[in-house]
């Protein structure tokens, strides 16, 4: 597969206004182990007052939050995705988001690219965060 540079994405500035806007942020990929980004990342994202909701194919549980096996089986309004899977998932992820219609941000992680995915999630409304790390901006820009 080749690699994607995003063509697609939010300034910093427009970030910000991201972690200062969301409230509930849906984790795509959240691994129960807690060695892997997608759970350092969500524990992270919990601990600073965000609400975390895990999308994941197995497990309850995660991070004492209910475990849910897509973004169509929550039943309450997600504002940002942060998704922690290949880029070739993120076309169906973003259909899910606009099907969907409550979803401000869709945010692929550091080394997460897919500028046709991006640009359907955009022109659909929602601000869009590719290749960057949702903790390390985080940490940047609100500490």
């Given at each position: 597969?080749?690699?994607?540079?995003?063509?697609?994405?939010?300034?910093?500035?427009?970030?910000?206004?991201?972690?200062?806007?969301?409230?509930?942020?849906?984790?795509?990929?959240?691994?129960?182990?807690?060695?892997?980004?997608?759970?350092?990342?969500?524990?992270?994202?919990?601990?600073?007052?965000?609400?975390?909701?895990?999308?994941?194919?197995?497990?309850?549980?995660?991070?004492?939050?209910?475990?849910?096996?897509?973004?169509?089986?929550?039943?309450?309004?997600?504002?940002?995705?942060?998704?922690?899977?290949?880029?070739?998932?993120?076309?169906?992820?973003?259909?899910?988001?606009?099907?969907?219609?409550?979803?401000?941000?869709?945010?692929?992680?550091?080394?997460?690219?897919?500028?046709?995915?991006?640009?359907?999630?955009?022109?659909a409304g929602m601000k869009v965060v590719q290749n960057q790390c949702a903790m390390v901006d985080h940490r940047n820009l609100c500490s």
């Amino acid at each position: 597969m080749e690699c994607e540079f995003p063509t697609v994405n939010s300034n910093m500035d427009e970030v910000k206004e991201i972690f200062d806007s969301v409230k509930t942020i849906a984790v795509l990929g959240l691994s129960p182990n807690p060695e892997k980004d997608s759970h350092r990342v969500a524990a992270y994202m919990q601990a600073q007052g965000y609400k975390i909701v895990p999308v994941y194919p197995k497990e309850d549980e995660i991070l004492g939050e209910k475990v849910y096996r897509s973004l169509k089986e929550i039943p309450f309004k997600v504002d940002m995705v942060n998704i922690f899977r290949k880029p070739n998932a993120l076309d169906p992820i973003a259909d899910a988001c606009i099907e969907r219609g409550d979803i401000d941000v869709f945010w692929a992680q550091k080394g997460i690219v897919n500028n046709a995915a991006a640009e359907k999630a955009k022109n659909a409304g929602m601000k869009v965060v590719q290749n960057q790390c949702a903790m390390v901006d985080h940490r940047n820009l609100c500490s």
